[in-house]
C-alpha cells in the first residue's frame, strides 16, 4: 500500500476504517446457518430373494413376488413382463426349470398366472402354493 499518508490523511484514514470495519464483522459475525433439506424419499420395493428352486422356500417366495408385483414403481406394461421380473429371481435348478420352459416355448411364460400354476406343481406343496396363488391373484386384480 503506497500511500502518502501527509498528502492524503482523510484517504488514507477512511481506508484504514473501512479495514477495521470488515476484519470485525468478519470477526465477530454469526456462524452460517445450515439449512437441512430432506432428500427425497422413495418407497423401497419390498425384497424379493432369489429362489434356487428348495421346496421349503416356493410359499415365502410366491408371496414376496406377490408383495413386489403390486408395489407402486413395478409399472408394468404387459403379462410377459410381470413373469419375466418373477422368473429375474430364480438360481440354480429353479433357473435350470426356466430355462426349459423357455427352450420348449412352454406357453405358461405368457400369463403369471399360468407361470404361477406350473410352479406351484413343480416347487410347492399343493395346500401353500395354492395359497400363495390364490394371493397373488386377488393382490393383482
Not at 9 to 19: T, Y
Request: proline share 8%; charged share 15%.
Amino acid at each position: 500500500m503506497d500511500m502518502d499518508i501527509d498528502n492524503d490523511q482523510p484517504n488514507w484514514f477512511q481506508h484504514l476504517l473501512n479495514q477495521f470495519q470488515l476484519q470485525f464483522q468478519a470477526a465477530f459475525a454469526p456462524p452460517p446457518v445450515a439449512i437441512e433439506v430432506p432428500a427425497p424419499t422413495v418407497d423401497a420395493v419390498p425384497a424379493l430373494q432369489q429362489f434356487t428352486g428348495n421346496i421349503e422356500d416356493a410359499d415365502l417366495f410366491l408371496q414376496q413376488a406377490s408383495d413386489a408385483l403390486i408395489f407402486p414403481s413395478n409399472d408394468f406394461q404387459s403379462k410377459r413382463q410381470h413373469v419375466i421380473f418373477v422368473t429375474s429371481h430364480f438360481a440354480d435348478s429353479a433357473l435350470n426349470w426356466y430355462h426349459g420352459l423357455q427352450d420348449s416355448n412352454f406357453p405358461c411364460l405368457d400369463s403369471l398366472d399360468s407361470s404361477v400354476l406350473v410352479f406351484c406343481s413343480r416347487f410347492g406343496d399343493p395346500d401353500p402354493s395354492f395359497t400363495a396363488y390364490q394371493k397373488l391373484k386377488v393382490s393383482r386384480s
